[in-house]
């Protein structure tokens, strides 16, 4: 009986100091995590930002195609508009009108549910290593206020209802660029893997860059130049996107897991287990 005991002692110690040994200790194994080209594992989350950004500029460039093909905008490439009833070549303009805007509504929602999913992974994933929470939680409720603006853009079209499609613009872009600054700034200062200028280097660019054409695109609408704010807003967009990809530089190396319980109507609070112990020692005493 006292060597049962001491073996299952054993076997318990073991068990504690395996919880206890540091996860980046192990080698990643299972059905999350793929060879990459350096030869180490990659998680299968990486495919995410990815899968957003892929999608989302093909879908929009369909929008872009059909439209063009319908007469219903100027091509990007034509030098100059001239007065006639074709469009400038906007995103909102070439989603505006059946079939397009079918397409159109249909990327616009996908983009605003996976950009949502990406910015609740990246608040899980940067909340352990954040010392003020702050600046962590400003970045989550900036991409999904952008999330949000979103969907207005996709399912109101611009002549169906120009006042919320614009405010869904100013959440979209307003609050999109603001994301991208916070999480240029959390790249650099967390640092995951020491991958922080890797990855926080072209983040700072891109947001720049995102910065500049707001800034260019409003001046040249101002201008009435419309060719060349619909190019500016092109290019503005696809920056966006280039910006979410990036974030699988981090995912790369991290699982995230879905943990469902069953609800026991016998279970105990923490304070009340402390309770129970008090008593039983008193008992015992």
């Given at each position: 009986m006292a060597?049962?005991?001491?073996?299952?002692?054993?076997t318990?110690?073991?068990?504690?100091?395996?919880?206890?040994?540091?996860?980046d200790?192990?080698v990643p194994s299972?059905?999350?995590?793929?060879?990459?080209?350096?030869g180490?594992?990659?998680?299968?989350w990486?495919?995410?930002?990815?899968?957003?950004?892929?999608?989302t500029s093909?879908?929009l460039?369909?929008v872009?195609?059909?439209?063009?093909?319908?007469?219903k905008?100027?091509?990007l490439n034509?030098a100059?508009?001239?007065?006639?009833?074709l469009?400038?070549?906007y995103i909102?303009i070439?989603?505006d009108?059946?079939?397009?805007?079918?397409v159109f509504?249909?990327?616009?929602n996908?983009?605003?549910?996976?950009?949502?999913v990406?910015?609740?992974l990246?608040?899980?994933?940067l909340?352990?290593?954040?010392?003020?929470?702050?600046?962590?939680?400003s970045?989550?409720?900036?991409?999904?206020?952008a999330?949000?603006?979103?969907?207005?853009?996709?399912?109101f079209?611009?002549?169906n209802?120009?006042?919320?499609h614009?405010?869904?613009t100013?959440?979209?872009?307003?609050f999109?660029?603001?994301?991208?600054?916070?999480?240029?700034?959390l790249?650099?200062?967390?640092?995951l893997?020491?991958?922080?200028?890797k990855?926080g280097?072209?983040r700072v660019?891109l947001?720049a860059?995102?910065?500049?054409c707001v800034v260019?695109?409003?001046?040249?609408m101002?201008?009435?130049?419309?060719?060349?704010?619909?190019r500016?807003q092109w290019?503005?967009?696809?920056?966006f996107l280039c910006?979410?990809?990036s974030?699988?530089?981090?995912?790369?190396?991290?699982r995230?897991?879905?943990?469902?319980?069953?609800?026991q109507e016998n279970?105990?609070?923490?304070?009340?287990s402390?309770s129970e112990?008090?008593?039983?020692?008193t008992?015992?005493?």
């Amino acid at each position: 009986m006292a060597k049962g005991a001491r073996e299952k002692k054993a076997t318990h110690q073991d068990q504690e100091a395996a919880m206890m040994a540091p996860k980046d200790d192990r080698v990643p194994s299972g059905p999350q995590w793929l060879p990459c080209m350096d030869g180490k594992k990659c998680s299968v989350w990486m495919f995410l930002p990815l899968v957003l950004t892929l999608f989302t500029s093909a879908g929009l460039w369909i929008v872009y195609f059909i439209a063009v093909e319908d007469n219903k905008i100027i091509p990007l490439n034509v030098a100059d508009s001239k007065p006639g009833p074709l469009k400038p070549p906007y995103i909102s303009i070439a989603g505006d009108v059946p079939p397009a805007s079918c397409v159109f509504s249909q990327v616009m929602n996908m983009a605003a549910f996976l950009a949502l999913v990406i910015a609740v992974l990246r608040f899980i994933q940067l909340k352990p290593k954040v010392l003020n929470p702050w600046l962590n939680v400003s970045g989550l409720v900036a991409l999904c206020l952008a999330s949000f603006g979103m969907t207005l853009l996709g399912n109101f079209q611009l002549t169906n209802d120009e006042e919320i499609h614009n405010v869904g613009t100013s959440l979209t872009f307003g609050f999109g660029t603001l994301a991208c600054w916070i999480q240029s700034a959390l790249t650099l200062k967390i640092n995951l893997k020491n991958e922080g200028r890797k990855a926080g280097i072209p983040r700072v660019v891109l947001s720049a860059a995102i910065t500049l054409c707001v800034v260019l695109y409003f001046i040249l609408m101002a201008q009435k130049l419309h060719m060349h704010a619909a190019r500016i807003q092109w290019g503005m967009v696809m920056c966006f996107l280039c910006y979410f990809g990036s974030f699988a530089v981090e995912f790369r190396h991290y699982r995230f897991e879905i943990i469902c319980s069953e609800y026991q109507e016998n279970f105990l609070s923490f304070s009340e287990s402390l309770s129970e112990a008090s008593e039983y020692q008193t008992d015992q005493v």
